[in-house]
């Protein structure tokens, strides 16, 4: 999948209800892929480093 194009999508998505509470300020992190299946354990530590230095994540996952 197209991870740029699914974040464009979100953001329009956001942007086109004025009822969504919404923050400013987000950064992205792109896992270049593809990946294999058999590839684990990617997200937990990419998670569990962001944690442990108190940042907050939104996880947006695409399959090709």
Do not use: C, H
């Amino acid at each position: 999948g197209d991870g740029a194009a699914a974040l464009d999508a979100l953001g329009a998505a956001l942007a086109a209800d004025p009822d969504i509470k919404t923050e400013t300020g987000w950064r992205n992190i792109m896992v270049q892929g593809p990946l294999d299946f058999s590839l684990v354990g990617i997200l937990r530590r990419l998670s569990a480093t962001l944690a442990d230095a108190g940042v907050s994540i939104f996880v947006v996952s695409t399959y090709d």
